[in-house]
């Protein structure tokens, strides 16, 4: 398949990157030489085959209703990159 | 000898039988640190010497007071720097996690911890695990100890870098697609990556949830052993760990192979298989063979569909995994951003590295309206078909063996051009974090530049006593896990 | 031309668990912004989700209630998209095998009819935080105490065509979520939220108009409105030869109107996934059939109890059934010996009336059935007569006051003695010889003014069918 750069500008958008032309430019080299060797799937047959998305028979992995106390705030937050003693700050968003 | 040439279980001995004490060998390690670190660049973070004595002298209090800790208690080691420690800065290796210190441990680290474990410092890695040299490291690439130009393999390559190079006794990595079992087979050192779900996830940042997998690597398998031992178990806080029911793992080292069945995966051993590796491997399965044990090889065609499984399945979770990284609650966030979006996307595009941002990339690709269907759910429909492969395959076999990695470690540098063949070089590892199985990697022989070949050896789920008992064996009658390139790294220049 | 107006509904709702859905913090209303947080909810690198197990419980009895088919296999799926509310960056929800599909729900219309309205799906997932816009510094604050509180989405087809059917739909929604105990459905407080998918079409066609979805839609009376507009709005724009855009509209509850939502700069690509951390829920029959042993009586069977047991007529059951707390405070009044017929009047009526002037829900009022009771029965002894009773009420309402002491302190028991009420009757007739003229004149109305003039005297304490019997007989005789 052919890979174009809107293909990657639409992608970079989904993920919240913007990345320069020049690297954007060889990463669409790069993803469509690595999509197209992806392509060796079609050669399985998988039809009828469930996905498998958990590989380990593990089921109804359930945890009690019970409170535990929450965590400190102030550790909580301690890692904001701006820091507040109440919250996290990012740039206005809401009214 | 020197104590740093010992294994961790020697130097447990030594310690509970009171001719060492653990603030000596912290001291050992630290100065191995002091003496390596400029030279190979394992660690990101190295606790400093009044923390790490603090912590021995902790050990030897309670030891003192007749505790019963652990027969690795009073050992010195180090984690790799995406799990996360209490108090201590874990980075992933990124820029974009700055200074993160997290606010809680990883179970695995809190259970070592209470085994008696000295943590030393936090080992270098590719950028959140993704990639097969420990190049991608914003704080810079980890090199060889058995060459300082070639890459100790990753995306454990700190962790492997530090063992090999006598800085800590065992350390533990995490293994998604081969990065334990690759710079243990390029460092010359045993490397173990369990049965999904048998040690706790909880703190370790994730790369790829379903595939991702704490582990030890060590000098040898009994030391793998013993430090499975003491980091495995259900965890409340991991709704895919499990209760293995191994019983005592070091107690099933006996050495006694007779009856083994072993089989080789002839797709394995064919094209782009360096021959050196090869007739290693094929000598190590001599090795076993001799012990007792009947070798077959069989033919395993899935081998071809492997990588491209692994490769999209990995950067979907990564993809999604990843996103919780946009400069709001932690970690490094851009300068001079518009407003929210700008501030996302300017944070992330410089923040993550290429290799990171690559698979993120794909990753959403492979998930996007459209593709989902063609390569998603194509990959999962392929990894039924994998694992189904190795359940048969284990009907027949009781462990299979193969290499761990095409060549042996590759210049620094080398691989950084082409990803599509760097992917192409995690073909023998990834098909067991596709099914879950353990695998372990443990030297099995030089090549003619004097560097370091690994083997592999593959149970099925929950077969780790038979996978370590394999390998202890093979350790019992060769000493290519007892090498040191320490000193030696001179006469090969 | 005529046109019809089709309505699908996205109703989330808040369950009442004591804790989150995939960690142990508390789901407490309100706090100190970030104080109901652990690393889990708060999305920190390494961190794990793990299922309460209660979250499951009450999605299946749901689900049962709501008549569904019950996954057996289920599997929680990433929902990928980046905003502050979210830490992780993607929402722990249900895409591909959602708990529960194929539900209905009854309702009446206002016909007097009944209308089934089909429930697509029902799906488990994680609410999101709250941001608040600090004008001061001008940012905006992340808070995540809500962050991680359970959900369930619950969606219909396509079947409403009014706004008076969605309502319907949601009160009877809400009595069945509190009848099963799941979910407190305070719309104030976000716990019942709806987003109203709506397109309108010429009546006869068979398909559908392009559709908008309205959000921020806090109250009832919000969705009918809102309704009503957009009907309007998408009426007006064909008749004029343009064209219903797919968008997403914000209800402006001061400008009652609607206005299309500043589309995100990226298609709505959410990148569902199965959950790679949380292994799949297996739903045994064992289990299914424990939850379907505990589901409590619902209206419908309450309704048919009522009048099979008592004689109710269905417009009773229907108004007591209409909450669970006021059926249960019903039934408890009934038990302590009070007639049915009785205590459904009085609840219809003063009870009714009182909450609705309170602005109170049944749950929530301090008047116990015991107090009730007690009045209904001096009612029922002569001791009261029903308007005395009813100030009694009022005063006793608010705080579950003491019947038979506020009677007793403002002197209000009626008057039932034959002889006093008697010399009071004589004392009347004597003062009042031109009333006693007219009344044996055939002039009714006198009769009536010698009654009033007795209770008068009495102070409105006499029992009327004492004073009507005395007056006739005193009368006759003369």
Known sequence: MKITEEMVDYVSILARLKLPQEEKTRMTGELEQILAYMDVLDGLDTSGVEPMSHVFPLKNVLRSDEVVPSGDRAELLANAPVPDEAAFLVPKTVE | ?493 | MTWETVIGLETHVELSTKTKIFCSCTTEFGGAPNTHCCPVCMGMPGTLPVVNEKVLEYAVKVGLALDGEITRSCRFDRKNYFYPDLPKAYQISQLYLPIVRNGRLTIRTESGGEKTIRIHELHMEEDAGKLVHDPWIDQTRCDYNRCGVPLIEIVTEPDFRSGEEVIAYLEKLRSTLQYLGVSDCKMQEGSLRCDVNLSVRPAGSAELGTRTEMKNLNSFKAIARSIEYEARRQIELIEEGRRVVQETRRWDENKDATFAMRSKENAQDYRYFPEPDIPPLEIGEDYLERLRKEQPELAEARMARYQADWGLPVYDTQMLTSQKALAEFFEATVALGTPPKQAANWIMGEVLRRLSADGLEAKDMALTPRTLARLIELVQEGKLNRNTAVRVFDAVFADDGDVDAYVKEHGLEQVSDAGLVGSVVDKVLAANPKSIQDFKAGKEKAFGFLVGQVMRELKGQASPQVVHQALRERLEQL
Not at chain 2, 16 to 27: F, H, K, M, Y
Not at chain 2, 43 to 54: I, K, M, Q, S, W
């Open chain 2, 1 to 493: 000898m020197e104590l740093w040439e010992f294994t961790a279980l020697e130097l447990g001995g030594l310690i509970q039988r009171g001719e060492v004490s653990p603030t000596q060998a912290a001291q050992v390690a630290l100065d191995r640190m002091a003496a390596e670190q400029d030279r190979n660049n394992a660690f990101v973070t190295r606790l400093d010497g009044e923390t790490v004595l603090a912590q021995a002298a902790e050990v030897e209090k309670r030891l003192a007071a007749g505790e019963k800790l652990s027969p690795l208690a009073g050992v010195p080691m180090a984690l790799k720097d995406n799990i996360c420690t209490k108090g201590v800065r874990t980075t992933c290796a990124s820029k974009i996690l700055g200074d993160f210190t997290p606010p809680y441990d990883a179970t695995a680290a809190e259970k070592l911890k209470t085994a008696g474990g000295v943590l030393l410092g936090k080992l270098n890695l590719d950028e959140f695990a993704m990639g097969s040299t420990s190049e991608t490291s914003y704080y810079g690439p980890t090199r060889n100890p058995w060459d300082l130009d070639r890459a100790p393999g990753g995306s454990s390559g700190g962790a492997a870098a530090a063992v090999a190079a006598g800085e800590c006794w065992y350390a533990i990595g995490s293994d998604t697609g081969g990065s334990i079992r690759q710079p243990a087979s390029y460092c010359g050192v045993t490397g173990l990556k369990p049965t999904y779900g048998s040690v706790s996830r909880y703190g370790l940042i994730a790369y790829a949830s379903s595939l991702d997998q704490l582990g030890p690597l060590a000098r040898s398998a009994d030391d793998c052993a013993a430090v499975l031992e003491l980091m495995a178990g259900k965890d409340r806080r991991d709704g895919t760990s499990l209760d293995a029911g191994w019983g005592s793992l070091t107690a099933s080292l006996t050495g006694d192979l007779r009856g083994l069945r072993v089989g080789l995966p002839s797709d394995c051993f064919g094209e782009g298989l360096d021959q050196e590796v090869r007739a290693a491997v094929l000598s190590a399965a001599d090795v076993l063979k001799a012990r007792g044990a009947a070798v077959e090889e069989f033919s395993f065609p899935m081998m071809k569909y492997v990588v491209p499984t692994y490769y999209i399945i990995a950067a979907a979770e990564a993809s999604s995994n990843l996103s919780r990284f946009d400069g709001v609650k932690y970690g490094w966030r851009a300068a001079d951003y518009e407003d929210l979006t700008d501030l996302y996307e300017k944070t992330r595009t410089q923040g993550f590295g290429a290799e990171v941002k690559r698979r993120i990339l794909l990753g959403t690709f492979v998930l996007s309206a459209g593709y989902y269907d063609a390569y998603y759910k194509k990959a999962l429909q392929v990894k039924a078909l994998i694992k189904k492969a190795y359940d048969e395959a284990f009907e027949k076999y009781d462990l299979l063996l193969t290499p761990v990695a095409p060549t042996t470690a590759p210049r620094l540098g080398e691989s950084l051009g082409d990803p599509l063949k760097m992917y192409l070089s995690d073909i023998y590892t990834v098909p067991l974090n596709l099914a879950g199985l353990p695998g372990l990697s443990m030297p099995c022989g030089f090549d003619g530049q004097g560097l370091p070949i690994g083997a592999q050896l593959i149970g099925p789920a929950l077969g780790e006593a038979k996978v370590l008992n394999a390998a202890h064996a093979f350790q019992l009658d060769t000493d290519y896990h007892r090498q040191s390139p320490v000193g030696k790294e001179a006469q090969a220049k």
